[in-house]
DNA sequence: ATATAAACGCAACTACGTTGCGAAATATAT
DNA sequence: ATATATTTCGCAACGTAGTTGCGTTTATAT
């Protein structure tokens, strides 16, 4: 676990007051967190207009990422510092430099349940294309969103019943 | 090819007027399209509420699939008539019904492009994940989002030589 | 023909995110 | 240390996709 000093101190980004708050927001959470979500977390004073800078400051430094949840707002998620797949990712046979690589990418799947609107970052799933895409298409990232219910929402099928009692 | 009454019929469904345009319009185009896209090309007195509310009956009854850009705005997409995959899709070993499936599933994956912002579906592209989602997971669909550069905006790497010359 | 329900049209509203601009803070030059 | 240039911040106004409420029209049922 990084402080979020750390965190930008390794990366060589400048740090003010407020990407310090908002990462240290952000590096509590297990789940992605909407604009709103954080703004909570945060001192009652602070800018809703400075978050969304922020936020923005972030992404294009590559310490958090952001998901598109099904309401069609964002929710952003700070990066796994552990670096799973450092070097460029080639999926088919071309080759793409991301905008902002400084920090770690984010290439895993995302899960959002359709009843409680939860979303989960599936750190160990990851895209995998079964046909190759059109040659001629230079691909950069590749987005998963899996709809469905979590853990908590899905209801027990049947009863489990004891193989031993049967 | 099927036009918009045959679809409708085929799956049971009531037409209306505004039904049937705007089930035309999209039918016709290649691409998904957003709301503003759809609108300019219905007649000027169309109701962009009631447009809304058909897109929202047409989705709900499988006629049509939509996707979150990255703008965050809806594209709409006529669904495949073709019937590929009819049977209910499982991912992982959790069956799993569909909201609406009256008509066609729509589970392809979709490029946007970062430079002209216009979306692909990719008909032959279909999830595959590298590692199974954590059971108790109840999976409904897998959504696919591919991001880069259309074959239209990404520029040749180098100029191809002839190798008969060389 | 009358009653009931679905679809439509219009106006107002909500919510996420953006833009402009002056004030404050931070960095750079002399 | 002081002056100057550059970032960052805070606030208000704005833009836009999508929603809600409600009265009117159109379709369906008896
Ligand atoms: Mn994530
Ligand atoms: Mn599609
Ligand atoms: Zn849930
Ligand atoms: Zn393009």
């Not at 060589?12 to 709103?36: D, F, N």
Request: with cysteine; proline share 6%; net charge neutral.
């Amino acid at each position: 676990m990084h402080t979020s000093s750390q965190i930008f101190q390794e990366a060589g980004l400048k740090p003010t007051q407020s990407r310090l708050e908002v990462t240290g927001v952000l590096a509590q959470s297990e789940y992605p967190m909407t604009h709103q979500d954080i703004l909570k977390e945060l001192p009652e004073s602070f800018d809703r207009v400075t978050l969304y800078r922020v936020l923005d400051w972030l992404l294009t430094n590559g310490v958090i990422h952001r998901i598109a949840g099904e309401d069609r707002t964002w929710r952003f998620h700070i990066n796994n510092s552990d670096l799973t797949n450092k070097q460029t990712t080639r999926y088919n046979s071309t080759p793409t430099t991301s905008k902002s690589n400084k920090l770690n990418q984010h290439s895993h799947a995302h899960f959002q349940c359709e009843n409680c609107g939860k979303m989960f970052c599936l750190n160990d799933v990851h895209p995998k294309l079964t046909n190759d895409i059109p040659p001629d298409f230079v691909v950069d990232s590749i987005e998963i969103n899996i709809k469905g219910k979590c853990v908590n929402c899905a209801k027990p099928l049947e009863p489990l019943v004891n193989p031993d009692h049967r």
